[in-house]
């Protein structure tokens, strides 16, 4: 379940983000890759939702400092 909302939050990301997402989509396999490999879905969670989270904040702004 826990790889299952990873896939979805790197798909989402990856789709997201667009022209960005030659700078952050490496960053984003790493951690993925190391994030499946920690076989605490705890730790995962930890890991994924403060990254999704600060990734959505900075898109938000992104998206908003460019159409200002």
Do not use: E
């Not at 790197?10 to 396999?29: D, E, M, N, R, V």
Request: net charge positive; aromatic share 14%.
């Amino acid at each position: 379940m826990g790889l299952l909302i990873m896939i979805v939050i790197f798909l989402a990301l990856w789709k997201i983000l667009g022209t960005l997402g030659h700078i952050f989509l490496p960053i984003l396999a790493v951690l993925f890759i190391l994030a499946t490999w920690i076989p605490s879905q705890a730790i995962v969670m930890v890991i994924w939702v403060p990254i999704a989270i600060l990734y959505f904040i900075g898109l938000a702004g992104y998206k908003h400092a460019k159409y200002n």
